[in-house]
């Protein structure tokens, strides 16, 4: 069974960065594109960056210069580098990834912005 598991979310000031994890049951190889999505109070969950197979990334212009997404092969790991936090960034994260013919997402992690 397909599983994706994020770890790293917290609370951080403004300007602040934190490292999500999101670590998957089998190899990451396995999946043609893995992505990260986060979901605000209120708000419809969007897109946040995503990385394909060959390694080609893509940001959502709210986190471009910002937010980095990259892979671990050996520990089956995807992870979202975030710096420069702004409160806007407040949201629960998700990691997901296609594999087959369906998307399979983790639990979701709680990124929280305050000062």
């Known amino acids: 069974q397909v599983q994706l598991v994020e770890s790293g979310g917290g609370l951080v000031q403004p300007g602040g960065s934190l490292r999500l994890s999101c670590a998957a049951s089998?190899?990451?190889?396995?999946?043609?594109?893995m992505g990260w999505y986060r979901q605000a109070p209120g708000k419809e969950r969007e897109w946040v960056a995503s990385m394909a197979t060959g390694g080609s990334t893509n940001y959502a212009d709210s986190v471009k210069a910002r937010f980095t997404i990259s892979r671990d092969n050996a520990k089956n790991t995807v992870y979202l580098q975030m710096n420069s936090l702004k409160p806007e960034d407040t949201a629960v994260y998700y990691c997901n990834g296609y594999l087959g013919v369906r998307w399979y997402w983790g639990q979701g992690t709680q990124v929280t912005v305050s000062s």
């Open positions: 089998g190899s990451i190889f396995s999946f043609n594109t």
